[in-house]
C-alpha cells in the first residue's frame, strides 16, 4: 500500500484481447486467472445473461428455488463423477473448499466420531483466502504465514515430487501413511489439487500418487476431496483431472472457470453417503447459507458456459496449446537462471531460480503486448482456450523475450561479469 507498483486500466475486453484505455490491446495469457476459458464478450455467454435479467436477477436459496439452479445442478452431477449425487451452490472458489471442510466435519461428528476434525494435506498446495481455506494451504511457502497463530491446525506432508507415472516410486507415500498410521482417529479428510497445485508454486504431480491416495482414504476410512477449482473444465486436458487417475472423490470443489469468468460462482459435490451422513444425528442440514448463494444470473451463465464447453472442440484446443506451449518454452532450458519449464495441458510454466522483479517484469510484458501476470518465481500462462497459434506465439515469444532480458539483467548486475 505504500508502494504500489503500476496498473493498467482496462477500458474493454473481447476475445482473448484487453483493450486498455491509452488504445494499446494486450493478448491475454492468464484467462482472468483461468476463468474465462472461452474468452471475454462471448454472444452466448452475453445473450444467456440477457435473458435470465429479464426473468429475475436474484431470490434468496432458503425455501425457494428457481430452474436455473436445478438445471445447472444436474448438468454438473451429469459430467462429474457417478458418486458425485449432490451439491451446494457457493459464491466462490474459496467458499466452496470451506462449504468441503464443513461437509467432512459434520459427516463425522454426525457418525459419531467428533475426534475426526482435522484435515491431511501436502505441501505447496493452496485452496483459498478465508480461513478456512487458509488453515490447509502451505504454511510456511504460502501467503497465509501473518495469520499461522488464528488458523485451525492441520497435518502437512511433503508435496509428491513425480512428474509423470514413470518417474513414480512407492517411497513418496512414506511419510503419508506414517501420519495416517498415527493419526487417522483425527483425520477426517485429505484435501487436495489434483495433478497440478496452483497458487502454491504452479507443480505438476503424476496421477499415479492420487490412485494412491485414493486407496489410502478407503483403507484408513477417510473421505477424499478435491479441490478442482483450477483444474476442473478442461485446463488439463480432461474434464476434470481427477479422471487421469481413474478416481471418484467424497467431495469436489469447482468454481473459477464454471461461469467462463462472467460472475462469481462454486459449488462442491458430494455422494449420498456424505450428504446423507450429515443428517445421521438428526441435526439437520449443512451448516452453512451464503445470501447469493445460486444466483439465478451465475446459474444462468454457467450453463451456458459448459455446455458452450461440451459442445465444442475443447480437447483438441487444449492438445494443440499443449503441443506448442512444449516447442515454443522448452529452449528456455539453457538459461543459468531458468530452474525448470513444465507444460500440462493448457498451462505453461517457466520458473526460476530466484524471484522475479514485478516492477521490472510486469510492464516489460505489457510492453511486449501481452498480459501475463508472474508471481513469486514463476513466468506462467493459462490462456483461454480459444487462443490461436498466432497470438499464443507471441504469448510464447514475450515469454521467451522475459527470459533473455531476465538474463541480460542478472549479468549486468554480476560485478565478476562487469
Known sequence: MTNPGPVWPVRSASGVRLCLE???ELIDGMSSWWAVIHGYNHPRLNQALQQQMEQMSHVMF??????????LARLLIDITPDSLQHIFFADSGSVAVEV??????????????????RLLTIRQGYHGDTFGAMAVCDPESGMHHQFTHLLAKHFFVAAPVCRDD???????????KTRLQQSH??????ILEPLVQGAGGMRFYCPQYLTAIRALCDQYDI???VDEIATGFGRTGTLFACEQAAIEPDIMCLGKALTGGYLTLAATLTSTRVAEGISADGQGVLMHGPTFMANPLACAVAIASVE???E?????????????????LMCNLDFDHVRDVRVKGAIGVIEFKQKIDMAWMQPFLVEQGVWIRPFNNLLYIMPPYIIDNNDLGILIRAMNQGVRALDFKIKCSDPLIL
Open 22 to 24: 491509452d488504445g494499446r
Open 62 to 71: 432458503g425455501g425457494l428455488i428457481h430452474q436455473p439452479a436445478v438445471d
Open 100 to 117: 468441503a471442510i464443513k461437509m467432512a466435519t459434520q459427516f463425522w461428528f454426525a457418525q459419531g466420531y467428533p475426534q475426526k476434525s
Open 166 to 176: 514413470d518417474s513414480w516410486q512407492d517411497s513418496e507415500l512414506d511419510e503419508i
Open 185 to 190: 482417529n483425527e483425520i477426517s479428510a485429505i
Open 223 to 225: 473421505l477424499l476431496i
Open 308 to 310: 458452450l464447453l461440451l
Open 312 to 328: 465444442g472442440d475443447w480437447q483438441q484446443q487444449v492438445a494443440n496449446i499443449e503441443q506448442q506451449l512444449t516447442v515454443g
